[in-house]
T-cell receptor
Framework: AQSVSQHNHHVILSEAASLELGCNYS??????LFWYVQYPGQHLQLLLK??????LVKGIKGFEAEFIKSKFSFNLRKPSVQWSDTAEYFC???????????FGTGTRLQVFP | GAGVSQSPRYKVAKRGQDVALRCDPI?????LFWYQQALGQGPEFLTY????????KSGLPSDRFFAERPEGSVSTLKIQRTQQEDSAVYLC?????????????FGPGTRLTVL
């Protein structure tokens, strides 16, 4: 079955700490991978996406993610978080030729000053 | 430059009532998606339109759920005889083209509470 697992449900960090959020997927075939973010009171918006080429993808606000095909992973990283990064983060996948996204359950990140 | 809009933002229904949720996608976007997000969960796919054609409705949980996009723009998700388990946030998303790598832009959602 197609699925996405996000291992960390709730992460609490201090400002300037480094961040890594795990994402593993189960999907037969070639995939596109996405990280979406939902800031408090706002709608889901795209952070970054991978569909081909360089497996290290850079997104907005200093975020990056690395696609490791052998591990079925697409972990999200940021070297130094800010209070404004407090949000819920969702990893998602779809297959080539299909459009519907399969989401993980999300990771709630709280950053304290 | 408007994004995806949804109305109403909040809806309270008594069990057994019918509800209709509206989505206005970004102008010119070919693809439109509906997702359901239960509390503490990620969004789950319901249905997908390419223009006016409903190409995938595999995620609709029962025949009480019906979606349409008759002119290839605005879409309505209708839930008949609402049940408590239908309580969730219903998200609409649109993308410019068909094709899985295209970015889906999400609306603010409609929070449905069934009493």
């Amino acid at each position: 079955a197609q699925s996405v697992s996000q291992h960390n449900h709730h992460v609490i960090l201090s400002e300037a700490a480094s961040l890594e959020l795990g994402c593993n997927y189960s999907y037969g075939g070639t995939v596109n991978l996405f990280w979406y973010v939902q800031y408090p009171g706002q709608h889901l918006q795209l952070l970054l996406k991978y569909f081909s080429g360089d497996p290290l993808v850079k997104g907005i606000k200093g975020f990056e993610a690395e696609f490791i095909k052998s591990k079925f992973s697409f972990n999200l990283r940021k070297p130094s978080v800010q209070w404004s990064d407090t949000a819920e983060y969702f990893c998602a996948v779809n297959g080539i030729g299909t459009d519907k996204l399969i989401f993980g359950t999300g990771t709630r990140l709280q950053v304290f000053p | 430059g408007a994004g995806v809009s949804q109305s109403p933002r909040y809806k309270v229904a008594k069990r057994g009532q019918d509800v209709a949720l509206r989505c206005d996608p970004i102008s010119g976007h070919v693809s439109l998606f509906w997702y359901q997000q239960a509390l503490g969960q990620g969004p789950e796919f319901l249905t997908y339109f390419q223009n006016e054609a409903q190409l995938d409705k595999s995620g609709l949980p029962s025949d009480r759920f019906f979606a349409e996009r008759p002119e290839g723009s605005v879409s309505t998700l209708k839930i008949q005889r609402t049940q408590q388990e239908d309580s969730a946030v219903y998200l609409c998303a649109s993308s410019l083209d068909a094709g899985g790598s295209d970015t889906q832009y999400f609306g603010p959602g409609t929070r449905l509470t069934v009493l």
